[in-house]
């Protein structure tokens, strides 16, 4: 027969409040503010239930009658001394907060069926310094394996907590005496598997209540509609994540910004529906024991990862922003930097993440760091090439001896920088073949910018017969000179024509002219121009070009 939900609630905090009080024998209610004492196992018993005392009675006055967001974030809060009494340091760090719930739990439930020897029996703080060394270590309940240890590092350092082997067993501990009976009053049995029937603030006890028996079964240390709502969230969480992944490709190759920005939204998807999630399955569900264990470790794993991936993201966005400028080229060696540093920086980021969540989900982080360590040295050897052809690369953007567009002479080759990577340079030669270079190789080549000219030299020999007269000659080099003085493209303090040499069959002139331009086709347009003019000039005087 199905409880009315009013009636289920005052039985479940009644239940609750009789048996975290249970032992009340070993002291009254906690003071928020008295500091906690266990520095006995008389001592940790009577703060132990002492806390828990006040837990049941802010569940009985404020909580049950108006639950809400906040009073459960203060029910959380009062719980927390409950958990100061466990040794979970053998815990994942995400996981200790509802395993040591599901742990205090079965230890309450476990500790109203076995008898407690009477407590001027058990050590007090003036007995224990009586004790031998070893034995003031350790307080074992009688006839039990349930131990209370002196813990000897860390926050809680000379006080007794329930061991961390009692932490690690609490739940074969309870199967073993679930059967048994009460030896405290408790009106309402086996309250350990009726908290795992209970729900968060936002889901009403009474319709809890009012599901089918087989519902409130438990299945796996959960009750089966947890399961149900745990795989609806599930199934929401990958629909929106298809959801995300399409708007995640947004962006073509020509659409860099738009890309790296779309990429953000996996990341950050996962980061906001992580957590939401979480909430639902731990608070609302209300999960407990090994499965709520594994939830919290998998978020706190996730949550990290993609925190590094949001930073590995972010960096792309950050160089794409910076690209965008018309004055960087986009296969330059600049703008190849600029993404390796970026990307540098959120790899940097993202593996102090994945280090940080690593210990949080009890990963052992130093020993896999100094394990990189020895085993770094050879992957640096093995990527000698790729580290010396990234110098390389480093050396080429400091020295910027080529840009992209450049038309330049490598070694004995010619050709036209067309783009400028970390690892490598590609080249268009003049009869269209492209050539990769490593950069290493590259920057270790002596390089002929032609594109950084500011002039263009125009440098040749003219030769006249042999016949040529002096006066013939000087009339011929005048006007080669007025020429290239009258010329405005050419510069006239450095253009020179003078009579170099007397040859075998010719009178050497030789022609000596900067064009000022720095494009090729104009240049060779002038040089044209010129030459054909100073023909004309040869022909006019009533001769021929000899042949040299």
């Not at 400028?420 to 073949?433: E, H, Q, V, W, Y």
Request: net charge neutral.
């Amino acid at each position: 027969m199905v409880l009315t939900a009013f009636k289920w609630i005052r039985v479940f905090v009644a239940v609750l409040v009789l048996s975290l009080g249970a032992s009340s024998a070993f002291g009254d209610t906690l003071h928020p503010l008295k500091p906690a004492d266990r520095s006995s196992p008389r001592a940790a018993l009577e703060t132990f239930f002492a806390s828990a005392d006040s837990v049941g009675d802010f569940l009985i006055h404020d909580y049950v009658p108006s639950p809400s967001r906040v009073k459960y974030e203060h029910l959380i809060q009062l719980s927390g001394g409950v958990l100061q009494s466990l040794d979970l340091s053998d815990v994942a760090p995400a996981a200790r907060p509802k395993t040591g719930r599901s742990v205090a739990m079965a230890l309450y439930e476990i500790l109203s069926k076995v008898p407690l020897p009477p407590s001027d029996e058990i050590p007090d703080a003036d007995q224990i310094k009586k004790m031998p060394a070893a034995d003031a270590q350790r307080w074992v309940i009688p006839d039990t394996e349930i131990a209370l240890t002196r813990v000897q590092s860390g926050p809680h350092t000379g006080e007794f907590l329930f061991s961390s082997d009692t932490v690690a067993r609490a739940g074969d501990f309870y199967e073993m005496i679930s059967t048994q009976p009460y030896l405290r009053a408790a009106s309402f049995k086996d309250i350990y598997k009726n908290i795992h029937i209970s729900g968060g603030w936002m889901i009403p006890h009474r319709w809890i209540a009012a599901m089918p028996a087989s519902f409130r079964e438990t299945v796996a240390d959960q009750s089966v509609w947890k399961w149900i709502g745990f795989v609806l969230i599930l199934l929401l969480f990958t629909l929106l994540l298809f959801v995300a992944y399409r708007v995640s490709r947004l962006g073509g190759e020509g659409q860099r910004l738009l890309r790296a920005s779309a990429q953000l939204v996996m990341p950050g998807y996962v980061l906001l529906a992580v957590p939401t999630a979480a909430y639902l399955v731990l608070v609302q569900l209300n999960f407990l024991g090994s499965a709520a264990s594994r939830v919290e470790i998998t978020v706190e794993a996730v949550m990290y990862l993609a925190g590094a991936w949001m930073a590995w993201r972010f960096a792309s966005v950050i160089a794409e922003t910076i690209l965008a400028s018309p004055r960087i080229a986009t296969e330059s060696v600049d703008a190849h930097l600029v993404r390796l540093g970026t990307r540098l920086f959120g790899a940097i980021a993202g593996a102090t993440m994945v280090a940080i969540g690593a210990d949080h989900v009890g990963v052992p982080v130093y020993g896999i760091v100094a394990g990189l360590g020895v085993g770094g040295l050879a992957v640096a050897l093995a990527a000698q090439p790729t580290i010396e052809n990234l110098i390389g690369g480093l050396n080429l953007f400091a020295d910027k001896p080529v840009r992209v567009g450049d038309l330049c002479q490598y070694g004995q080759s010619l050709g036209t920088v067309e783009a400028i990577g970390i690892r490598s340079a590609r080249i268009r030669s003049l009869d269209r073949t492209l050539t990769t270079i490593p950069n290493g190789t590259l920057a270790g080549m002596p390089i002929i910018n032609f594109s950084r000219r500011d002039r263009i030299l125009i440098q040749t020999i003219i030769g006249l017969p042999v016949k040529t007269t002096p006066a013939q000659l000087n009339i011929i080099l005048t006007k080669f000179r007025a020429l290239l003085s009258a010329d405005p493209r050419v510069d006239a303090a450095s253009s020179r024509a003078r009579f170099v040499g007397i040859g075998a069959s010719s009178l050497d002139i030789e022609v000596f002219a900067y064009v000022d331009t720095t494009h090729w086709d104009a240049f060779l347009g002038i040089r044209e121009e010129i030459l054909l003019r100073m023909m004309s000039i040869v022909e006019q005087e009533g001769m021929t070009l000899a042949f040299r």
